[in-house]
């Protein structure tokens, strides 16, 4: 059996060869680097690595040789450990190991690598003291390195290069951060990203330091694991023990964080392995838990040795000498305590918790900390989650000690509930931001697939950084994999927000695709992570439906899926010229997410064309049950390739993750064919005929078949369809009712069905409204007539028309293409690039601006607009679905047409439950104000900032109102950037 699918071929015999044109192993053809080539960090704008030698330069190799590294004994074992990792490191990159020593004393050479912590290292603190290692930018400070080449750094010695840290971690980030610039990517394991092979490696001379980092402690959260990791890890490792966590742990550190929540449902990091703990904090890796497993201890620890119920007011003994056992069992290890408490399983408390009972446990586990550390309790860092409804009990008055951070949360869609005010005096523990890949709950899971993009992930943070919510970030990464694109942007972000400003995304984008893959395929490797991010956060694939995309208003649901497929054959063009040892990496980070997304999405206007045309009585329906069922197979058998081929297994379970055919929130048990319908046809043939922008048929509809109407500045051509309803095809031909109106097939004969597009030629067409018929003869000489509305608005031209032209009642308008902006003193509307479910969004920037009156202190965005009609207008403005993150009543914006009085619009005046579910589901919060215009003609929308953080996407103005579609109208015709027939 063989399934087609965008000019591929996929085999779906159990063998482990598979051969896909489009997806062919090309062994023998494998694109070498030059060797003058030089990695590219995502992370860093240049590199201090070069394959050449130059002035004052160190060869960590060269000439088969690689220098020796030096690490002292009486350094952190963390420490030792990552030098031992780039003593591999080295050997991938040149196949030349270098020698190690950990010792009191540096062996002697005439070049070495110096590696060490200030204040634990000798030989470090000596070039310190001896004025040959200035450190005076990394000393004192949190996490922070320097990689630097010293002339004689001591007797012996002719030139080092010294890895210094301020601190452990500081260290290692050096060590990695030189593995890094010789070309092994953080996700060397992870996604099997090759090393890059140099034979030569000369460290620059200079200072090299990413300086300190921004957000202090940057993490991941390991979530929602079964059944996709949970089952990896249990095959591979055996479990979530040491075997496993080790690898994140180095990950983690590779990836400059410095923090980790482990997998919890069913898992407890300490008790499943007693070296997991003790492993963490050799590494470096400082451990937390998440929002509700309070004092370190894990939730299904509870399950395992908790006594009674989990309900503080009648069981509050047993639960304290739970919590204290936690503590104990924590020593001096590094960790962040969560303290509060929530219900059993991630639940509310009950009804009858209040905060006095709240501040009670707080009060009870902070004595309970410094009962058992011997020291105040505010010297323990510790964390407060302020999760789903314990931010009401904040929001209401509850407060704990000023030294615990309080880790403010997103509504688990990626959208912040909650900020410190800009530019407030902060408590000592500071603030957090705890944020979502990865979900279970409603209005649906999502889990199987990444739908992060980087500028909402952006857009979401710098608020965050701007107001000062910078002690911790932790991501909620659910399996770590299929999130590699987007976690390594997040903690790349929290080191340095500022090095990556909004108009920097595709370059960051580029230079991570260039770590992990050859870097002349950056830019295009680059472009497919953008746009399937993008594409896939319009709707999360779990809440996916037949119904989701408009199946006839703007041909919305093919257009869809042809960009899908459009993405989809760049990345297979790709996959051939990719050199064979990429292939698996390519594989897991670009063409099955590119790939799976794309055919999901087909497979569900497969399921909607089937639906309709069953209703229809359609030739064509058995057919689409049957394309629908190649699809779901195709589905299934990504899934098994990544599984069982992609790197000889290595990554089995790790799309078991089931995500189609949800009913509720919660998943599947596994993977359904959405319901189809077959019918039986009778034996001769019957004419049906649908046009575009409607479900009807003729001739069984009542009323006149009516297309779109055509005009100068709109879409150009619109479709009939005829279609069969019968077994026998049937020949038909079209007589238009003008010269002027122009069919592409006049006749021809009908097995299934045919697509007509009907259009006009703008210079025959009189000036005016009208409708001419179109007369569809079929057979037994059966008559179907389609009419043609069309407008030709009289000395309208291009010449004489500004901005966005109305046409079938609408103005569309991407909220990015205004005509002008206006400042108001340093607050200004700007472009996020890339932000949103169609093109680029518009917000107000600086972040942290004061709330504005409209008028002239706020800033205002300004559309031309030509409307073909008067009267009332409808203006809908389509917004990110930001929650309202401060105190106030709402975010805000004013609108208004030409001169008229400016209108305030709240966009979360129906901050319902209900709302919030179509909010995040639909990805957009549409908002609509009422104006009046007195008469067509040329206008002007304004658009002004009220409060900071609304981002504006999409502006529809309707006269006579668009037509229903998830995405809205595409954009409307303006003479400065299309063609047209007015031309």
Do not use: C
């Not at 959260?221 to 966590?245: C, M, Q, V």
């Not at 893959?517 to 037949?546: D, H, I, T, W």
């Not at 995309?549 to 297979?572: C, H, I, M, P």
């Amino acid at each position: 059996m063989k399934l087609t699918f965008s000019n591929s071929t996929v085999s779906v015999n159990r063998s482990k060869v598979f051969y896909w044109p489009g997806l062919v192993y090309t062994l023998a053809v494998v694109l070498l680097l030059a060797l003058v080539s030089l990695p590219v960090r995502a992370a860093n704008d240049s590199t201090y690595i070069s394959s050449a030698k130059a002035k004052g330069s160190f060869a960590l190799t060269a000439s088969g040789k690689s220098a020796p590294l030096y690490v002292s004994s009486e350094d952190f074992t963390g420490v030792i450990r990552a030098a031992k990792d780039l003593q591999a490191d080295v050997n991938r990159v040149t196949k030349v190991q270098p020698t190690l020593t950990v010792d009191k004393k540096a062996p002697k050479a005439k070049q070495i690598v110096l590696i060490g912590t200030l204040g634990k290292s000798p030989v470090i603190d000596k070039l310190v003291k001896s004025k040959k290692l200035d450190v005076s930018g990394i000393a004192g400070k949190w996490e922070t390195y320097l990689v630097q080449v010293v002339e004689k750094p001591m007797r012996g010695v002719d030139q080092a290069l010294v890895i210094a840290g301020s601190d452990k971690r500081g260290t290692i980030f050096g060590i990695y951060d030189v593995s890094s610039e010789i070309g092994v990517s953080p996700w060397y394991y992870w996604a099997d990203v090759p090393v890059k092979q140099q034979q030569n490696l000369y460290v620059l001379p200079g200072r090299h330091t990413d300086g300190e980092p921004k957000v202090k402690y940057r993490g991941i959260f390991i979530n929602d694991e079964a059944p996709a990791l949970g089952g990896w890890a249990t095959e591979k490792f055996g479990g979530f023990n040491s075997k496993f966590y080790v690898n994140v742990f180095e990950l983690v550190l590779r990836l400059k964080g410095n923090y980790l929540w482990p997998a919890m449902w069913g898992r407890a990091f300490y008790d499943d392995d007693p070296k997991n703990p003790e492993l963490a904090d050799e590494y470096g890796v400082v451990i937390g838990t998440s929002h509700h497993e309070p004092l370190t201890r894990a939730h299904d620890e509870w399950r395992r040795f908790g006594t009674g119920k989990w309900n503080y007011q009648t069981n509050k003994e047993n639960l304290q000498k739970f919590w204290k056992d936690g503590i104990i069992r924590m020593g001096n290890k590094e960790s962040l305590v969560t303290i509060g408490m929530r219900g059993d399983g991630d639940e509310p408390m009950s009804e009858d918790s209040n905060i006095a009972l709240l501040e009670q446990i707080v009060d009870d586990q902070r004595k309970i900390i410094s009962d058992v550390t011997g020291k105040p309790a505010s010297e323990t860092p510790q964390v407060w989650a302020l999760y789903k409804e314990v931010q009401d009990y904040y929001d209401k008055g509850m407060r704990v000690p000023d030294d615990v951070t309080l880790l403010l949360a997103d509504d688990n869609w990626g959208n912040l509930r909650k900020l410190p005010k800009a530019g407030a005096k902060q408590h000592s523990g500071g603030y957090g931001i705890y944020y979502h890949y990865d979900y279970v709950g409603g209005p649906r899971n999502y889990k199987w697939i990444n739908t992060n993009p980087l500028p909402r992930i952006w857009e979401q943070m710098h608020l965050a950084y701007e107001h000062d919510a910078t002690r911790i970030w932790i991501v909620n990464v659910g399996d770590i994999k299929p999130m590699e694109f987007p976690t390594s942007f997040f903690l790349d972000y929290a080191w340095n927000p500022e090095k990556w400003p909004a108009e920097r995304l595709v370059e960051y984008t580029k230079q991570w695709a260039a770590q992990q893959f050859p870097e002349q395929y950056a830019a295009e490797v680059a472009e497919l992570l953008a746009k399937y991010g993008k594409y896939n956060s319009r709707r999360k694939p779990e809440l996916l439906s037949p119904e989701t995309y408009s199946l006839t208003n703007y041909r919305e649901a093919e257009s869809v899926v042809a960009d899908y497929l459009q993405l989809t054959e760049k990345a297979e063009q790709l996959y051939q010229q990719m050199p064979a040892e990429y292939k698996d990496a390519y594989f897991q980070l670009v063409l099955h997410p590119v790939k799976a997304s794309a055919n999901l999405n087909a497979l569900y206007l497969a399921v909607a064309k089937n639906r309709l045309y069953a209703k229809q009585g359609r030739a064509a329906t058995n057919a689409y049950a049957a394309k629908a069922k190649e699809l779901f197979d195709l589905d299934q058998e990504l899934s098994r390739i990544y599984n069982e081929d992609i790197a000889d297994g290595k990554w089995s379970h790790m799309m078991d993750q089931t995500h189609i055919s949800y009913t509720y929130w919660q998943q599947p048990e596994k993977d359904v064919l959405p319901e189809v319908s077959e019918i039986k046809l009778p034996a001769g043939s019957e004419m049906g005929i649908a046009i575009e922008g409607s479900e009807n048929w003729w001739p069984n509809a009542k009323g006149e078949a009516v297309l779109p109407e055509l005009t100068p500045f709109g879409q150009q051509s619109y479709y009939i369809e005829l279609f069969n309803r019968g077994q026998k095809p049937f020949a038909y031909t079209v007589q238009p009712g003008a010269a002027w109106i122009q069919v592409d097939q006049k006749q021809g004969t009908v097995n299934d069905q045919q697509r007509l597009f009907v259009s006009v030629n703008w210079k025959q067409v009189p000036k005016g409204k009208q409708r001419v018929p179109i007369t569809i003869t079929g057979p037994n000489g059966k008559k179907t007539v389609v009419q043609v509305a069309i407008n030709n608005p009289a000395n309208l031209t291009a010449d004489n028309v500004k901005g966005f032209v109305e046409s079938n009642g609408y103005v569309s308008i991407n909220a990015e293409n205004f005509s002008r902006t206006t400042a108001a003193g340093d607050a200004q509307w700007k472009v996020i690039p890339d932000l949103g479910r169609t093109a680029s969004a518009v917000a107000p920037f600086p972040v942290t601006a004061q709330s504005k009156k409209p008028g002239p202190d706020s800033p205002k965005a300004e559309y031309d607009i030509y409307l073909l009609n008067g009267g009332e207008v409808n203006v809908k403005l389509l917004v990110s679905p930001t929650l309202n993150y401060n105190e106030s009543d709402g975010l805000r914006y004013a609108v208004a047409i030409d001169d008229a009085a400016p209108q305030i619009v709240n966009i979360h005046k129906d901050n319902t439950t209900q709302s919030w579910d179509a909010w995040v589901a639909n990805s957009i919060i549409v908002t609509q104000s009422k104006h009046k215009v007195e008469k067509p003609g040329q206008h002007v929308l304004k658009v002004w900032m009220v409060d900071p953080g609304v981002v504006l996407q999409k502006i529809v103005v309707e006269t006579e109102g668009a037509k229903p579609s998830y995405l809205g109208p595409p954009e409307s015709f303006r003479p400065e950037a299309a063609t047209s027939a007015v031309r």
